[in-house]
């Protein structure tokens, strides 16, 4: 699976920002989706998943600010901030998983390049 993230960018404390995550060369909706950001000088965390079925996880930070969406006709996976905090930049990477949900890193096979997101104060 090829995976493109998109949709980084600069945006105030408290902004909106929806990533997108563009996949090709398998079939969509037989793979688990996740977000993962890390910022610098820290390890990679955990913010996002769906399963293919359409059912969602989240990481603490982001509950009630996140939403994590899929459109499986358009092999899209999407992230949708709102109430961004500074603490929120990071690059943002999508990852696909066959079959089954997770939500550490490395339970993820396939990897798309990060997108970069900045907010500031």
């Known amino acids: 699976v090829q995976l493109q993230a998109s949709g980084g960018g600069l945006v105030q404390a408290g902004g909106s920002l929806r990533l997108s995550c563009a996949a090709s060369?398998?079939?969509?909706?037989?793979?688990?989706m996740a977000w993962f950001r890390q910022a610098p000088g820290k390890e990679r965390e955990f913010v996002a998943a769906?399963?293919?079925?359409?059912?969602?996880d989240y990481a603490d930070s982001a509950k009630g600010r996140f939403t994590i969406s899929r459109d499986n006709g358009k092999n899209t996976v999407y992230l949708q901030m709102n109430g961004l905090k500074p603490e929120d930049t990071a690059a943002y990477s999508c990852?696909?998983?066959?079959?089954?949900?997770?939500?550490?890193?490395?339970?993820?096979?396939?990897w798309g390049l990060g997108t970069l997101v900045t907010v500031s104060s």
């Open positions: 990852a696909a998983r066959y079959w089954i949900l997770g939500n550490t890193p490395m339970e993820y096979d396939y």
């Open positions: 769906i399963s293919r079925s359409g059912s969602t």
């Open positions: 060369g398998r079939t969509f909706s037989n793979y688990a």
